[in-house]
């Protein structure tokens, strides 16, 4: 156990596993990844981007700005969707990190 979760109390992570939970979907990777360095989008853009349906991608953007990844900010009459904090990034780049190193040992066995 690291220092840093020896501190953590359980309501700290019971928030930070409803956070990774919230990302834990192939498109709300996507968008998260859409809305890098401080990129803003309307939901018009994200679902024309991923070609899916706008119901969808209410949907996904609702349960990230639920769980506080996102915020939205009312621009006239357009919503503009954002990372609240681009830590979110890196976290997926480590999981690729993983993922790839996992593919180098499927491979090795073969």
């Not at 220092?3 to 919230?22: D, N």
């Not at 009312?74 to 593919?103: A, P, T, V, W």
Request: with cysteine; hydrophobic share 40%; charged share 25%.
């Amino acid at each position: 156990m690291s220092i840093a979760q020896a501190e953590w109390t359980i309501s700290q992570m019971e928030s930070l596993s409803r956070k990774l939970k919230a990302i834990a979907h192939p498109v709300r990777l996507a968008i998260i990844e859409m809305l890098e360095g401080d990129r803003r989008m309307t939901v018009t853009e994200i679902y024309t981007r991923l070609n899916a349906d706008q119901s969808s991608i209410s949907h996904h953007l609702s349960i990230l700005r639920d769980k506080r990844v996102l915020s939205s900010e009312r621009k006239g009459k357009f919503i503009y969707y954002f990372l609240r904090n681009q830590s979110y990034l890196s976290l997926i780049d480590c999981l690729s990190e993983i993922h790839k190193e996992d593919i180098k040992g499927i491979n090795s066995f073969h």
